[in-house]
């Protein structure tokens, strides 16, 4: 237990210094990109037929995969961080008020992969202008996926508004200590600022937290990218009312796991034990243990209706996902993870950080096979096989696999650099330890 009183000097210190892991970590996550990103060229070069994705009725297969599924996971990951962070805010949960911003780079970071995703599956990226850009006002008004398109890019826009306010603050009074290389962003940022805005900053902040919290349910994780897939009949693994609230719990499940795993590797990097504290762990993990509990209930729901009684079609889609190794692996780490979190509740003294860790991990692998199962079993088991017996099937491209891993990397990436220009804990978060020194441990 740290008895040390946070400082602006901690918050200070990425920008001071830069030790042989960080150029470590930056090479291994900047050859994963560079790999994913080698291979996208090649796919660029040769067309979509150098993935496993394949036409109904010339290849068999399926024309959706890992770049969708992967392309969920990130999105879910980027809006539950936001959704985090305004609840920080929105509810006065000032305990983990040193994460809210980690929590909002990680919706900027995870965003940016699931759009480039986006881009990745057209095809070529001229697409984005010749079939979405270009024909917007025809597309808006038929396409669901044109839909995904504006709310991730109208999301995009609305943390970036909610961070550059909170930004405001911090580098108007850090400015002499931030590196004089990055003046004309710190210059940008701070344009117009006077002391006198803060107030208000934090009133507009309050409300853009509540916008949020409005929408996550409505238009984001648990409305529009559900409906994509719940509102198609003939694809019953897909279709139902429930997709809306299980894809929220799997988003705000794999965010808790992204800033756990963000926090552990700050405070490792750079001692901040007394800021991103014990309790913060602790809370963050019985959270985790909340919404998979969430996670793994809703499965119920969906396994109950798919294997009592249900139309042929659902019954064999359900049968074929319940017997995949995928599914099976995935639901087991949750579990695993639940026992371990509930079993923590009742003994605390099993908890411990790298265990948290360790739970996030589990999460995140487990959402991340959920999500791309969730797609290519929906894919692979419609009610109307006009193709069933065109042979062919699914298994991930080196490609594919690679954008995974690339797309991880240019997370960590975004991390790395960011830290180096702006503070990633924020000054509020700091004076309001200073000032509540109790709530430190």
């Given at each position: 237990?740290?008895?040390?009183?946070?400082?602006?000097?901690?918050?200070?210190?990425?920008f001071?210094?830069?030790s042989t892991?960080?150029?470590?970590?930056?090479?291994?996550?900047?050859?994963?990109?560079?790999?994913?990103?080698?291979?996208?060229?090649?796919?660029?070069?040769?067309?979509?037929?150098?993935?496993?994705?394949?036409?109904?009725?010339?290849?068999?297969?399926?024309t959706?995969?890992?770049?969708?599924?992967?392309?969920?996971?990130?999105?879910?990951?980027?809006?539950?961080?936001?959704?985090?962070?305004?609840?920080?805010?929105?509810?006065?949960?000032?305990?983990?008020?040193?994460?809210?911003?980690?929590a909002?780079?990680?919706?900027?970071?995870?965003?940016?992969?699931?759009?480039?995703?986006?881009?990745?599956?057209?095809?070529?990226?001229?697409?984005?202008?010749?079939?979405?850009?270009?024909?917007?006002?025809?597309?808006?008004?038929?396409?669901?996926?044109?839909?995904?398109?504006?709310?991730?890019?109208?999301?995009?826009?609305?943390?970036?508004?909610?961070?550059?306010?909170?930004?405001?603050?911090?580098?108007?009074?850090?400015?002499?200590?931030?590196?004089?290389?990055?003046?004309?962003?710190?210059?940008?940022?701070?344009?117009?600022?006077?002391?006198?805005?803060?107030?208000?900053?934090?009133?507009?902040?309050?409300?853009?937290?509540?916008?949020?919290?409005?929408?996550?349910?409505?238009?984001?994780?648990?409305?529009?990218?559900?409906?994509?897939?719940?509102?198609?009949?003939?694809?019953?693994?897909?279709?139902?009312g429930?997709?809306?609230?299980?894809?929220?719990?799997?988003?705000?499940?794999?965010?808790?796991?992204?800033?756990?795993?963000?926090?552990?590797?700050?405070?490792?990097?750079?001692?901040?034990?007394?800021i991103?504290?014990?309790?913060?762990?602790?809370?963050?993990?019985?959270?985790?243990?909340?919404?998979?509990?969430?996670?793994?209930?809703?499965?119920?729901?969906?396994?109950?209706?798919?294997?009592?009684?249900?139309?042929?079609?659902?019954?064999?889609?359900?049968?074929?996902t319940?017997?995949?190794?995928?599914?099976?692996?995935?639901?087991?780490?949750?579990?695993?993870?639940?026992?371990?979190?509930?079993?923590?509740?009742?003994?605390?003294?099993?908890?411990?950080?790298?265990?948290?860790?360790?739970?996030?991990?589990a999460?995140?692998?487990?959402?991340?096979?959920?999500?791309?199962?969730f797609?290519?079993?929906?894919?692979?088991?419609?009610?109307?096989?006009?193709?069933?017996?065109?042979?062919?099937?699914?298994?991930p491209?080196?490609?594919?696999?690679?954008?995974?891993?690339?797309?991880?990397?240019?997370?960590?990436?975004?991390?790395?650099?960011?830290?180096?220009?702006?503070?990633?804990?924020?000054?509020?978060?700091?004076?309001h330890?200073?000032?509540?020194?109790?709530?430190?441990?």
């Open positions: 237990m740290s008895t040390k009183t946070p400082s602006e000097a901690d918050i200070l210190r990425p001071q210094q830069t892991k960080y150029y470590a970590l930056a090479a291994v996550a900047g050859l994963a990109f560079a790999l994913f990103l080698l291979g996208w060229f090649y796919q660029l070069y040769e067309g979509m037929v150098v993935t496993a994705l394949s036409d109904w009725g010339t290849g068999g297969g399926v959706w995969g890992v770049y969708i599924g992967a392309f969920i996971w990130w999105v879910g990951i980027a809006h539950g961080g936001i959704i985090l962070s305004a609840a920080v805010r929105l509810l006065g949960m000032d305990r983990y008020m040193p994460v809210a911003r980690l909002e780079l990680l919706t900027i970071a995870g965003l940016s992969a699931a759009g480039f995703y986006i881009v990745v599956h057209l095809g070529r990226p001229d697409r984005m202008v010749t079939s979405i850009i270009g024909h917007y006002h025809i597309t808006i008004h038929g396409s669901p996926l044109v839909w995904d398109v504006t709310v991730i890019t109208a999301y995009f826009v609305l943390t970036a508004t909610y961070l550059m306010l909170t930004l405001r603050y911090d580098v108007s009074r850090l400015r002499g200590d931030l590196p004089d290389h990055f003046g004309p962003i710190y210059s940008l940022l701070t344009v117009g600022y006077s002391e006198r805005e803060d107030e208000v900053v934090q009133r507009m902040v309050w409300w853009l937290a509540l916008a949020i919290i409005i929408m996550a349910p409505l238009l984001l994780h648990g409305g529009v990218i559900p409906w994509l897939f719940a509102l198609l009949p003939t694809y019953p693994r897909w279709f139902g429930v997709q809306g609230p299980q894809f929220l719990t799997i988003a705000l499940t794999s965010a808790i796991s992204g800033v756990i795993l963000l926090s552990y590797g700050f405070r490792r990097a750079y001692n901040w034990d007394h991103l504290t014990d309790d913060i762990f602790r809370g963050l993990t019985l959270w985790l243990g909340f919404f998979s509990l969430l996670f793994l209930w809703l499965q119920l729901q969906q396994v109950t209706a798919g294997t009592f009684f249900p139309p042929v079609d659902m019954e064999y889609a359900w049968a074929a319940l017997e995949h190794p995928i599914y099976i692996v995935s639901m087991a780490l949750v579990a695993i993870v639940l026992a371990y979190i509930f079993a923590q509740t009742i003994r605390p003294s099993l908890f411990a950080k790298r265990r948290a860790v360790v739970a996030g991990i999460i995140l692998m487990a959402t991340l096979l959920e999500k791309i199962l797609v290519v079993e929906g894919l692979m088991y419609p009610t109307f096989e006009i193709y069933g017996a065109t042979p062919g099937v699914y298994f491209s080196l490609i594919e696999i690679a954008s995974v891993t690339g797309t991880i990397g240019m997370v960590v990436l975004f991390f790395l650099l960011v830290s180096k220009v702006i503070p990633v804990v924020e000054l509020h978060a700091i004076e330890l200073q000032e509540h020194p109790d709530e430190e441990h």
